[in-house]
């Protein structure tokens, strides 16, 4: 966890993958995410007429068989596919082939909050339309397991160390990425694959609705007015290697991870506990060996629900004090919606592109400020500014906080 031992290996991020509704591929994802567009529509992925809700961050234009073989498909659930997809298009952008990395020494952590809930939905619908015989099906019972998630993976690609699915609800894309920092910190592998990964299901859908916690159509995070989270779905994925691999590679570094924190405070299960986010945050810091006059940017959970963002906001003025009003903090899921286990992926991905392009994407839809959110929300606007430390927040339910910090 932290930097201390002179023995540690550096960790960079080399390559970096996303299927996500501002578009496949970190270039389009970027270009969009500065321009403020909003990857929120009508959902078509099942029929949505008997929900009072029928908007979503929904990967449109998402082609699997562009990534996987036809024969293979019929085997993967759709969190799998984009898994895949996002994890080829991250080893591709650091540069290497697929036979440069494959084996032993490199392994996948991916994180996920729903795993494959679909492939239950398309068997029970089976079963309904069967009079509720419900028939075994062999390939449902290989895709439906959250673990299958990382196994397909690990398997598509021959990254033979190890594979890893952590599901700590929205916070799982950072424990993800904490554990792969972890692996090749200790040298215990040389390359990793680590992110997230989540489809739209009508599980989900109605899992939060019936929480009350989704707005009508816009999520608006920091906002007075805000009236909720907004679902959505995407993979992101990060290629992690060490320093000394990237800089004989000679290939381009994003940035790198220079530690993390996480807290777990079982507070309630899914009202945020401010100590919880605290501690996290405070944990980040510690073993990052960073000072809070050093940190330029912080990518934020921001839900776009009333009690998250407050928590969140509260949290970060009890961390840094006076020194918050000159941390720009902007929220992604004003855009993307809310990505479950790949939420804290595409923050981070935020992250090493702001300190890479030295700009900051906006929390959009922002129209009047809340007193009770008192940060600096980036409102509607992308902003030039050179970031050298960044943090990437998450906060999910049972109070299972993680905070990855990044540095230039």
Known sequence: MSRSNPDNRRVVVTGLGVVSSLGIGWQEFWKNLLAGKSGISKITTFDTSKYDRHYGGEVKNFDPTKFISQRKISRLGRASQMAIAASKLAVKDAHLNLSDVKGPRSGVCIGTTMGEPQIMEMV??????KGNKLEYDFNSSLAYPASSIANHVANYLKFEAMNTVFSTACSSGNYAIARAYDLIRTGKCDFMLAGGS?????????????????????CCPFDRNRKGMILGEGAGILFLES???????????????IG???????????????????????????????????VDYISAHGTGTMENDEAESIAINRVFGKKTKNIPVSATKSMLG????????????????????RKIPPTINHGQDDPKCAIDCVPNVSRKHTVEIALNNSQAFGGNNACVAWKA
């Open 198 to 218: 989540d489809a739209l299901s009508r599980i989900a859908f109605t899992g939060f609705g019936r929480l009350y916690a989704m707005a009508p159509e816009k």
């Open 338 to 357: 809310h990505t479950m286990g790949a939420a804290a992926t595409f923050g981070a991905i935020a992250c090493c592109l702001a300190i890479k392009n």
């Open 124 to 129: 029970d619908e089976k079963s309904f339309k």
């Open 243 to 257: 320093l000394e691999t990237a800089k004989k590679r000679r290939v381009p570094i994003y940035a790198e991870i």
């Open 260 to 294: 993390y924190g996480m807290s777990c405070d079982a507070y309630h299960m899914s009202e945020p506990k401010v100590e919880g986010v605290v501690k996290a945050l405070n944990k980040a810091l510690g073993n990052s060996i960073v000072e809070l006059s050093d």
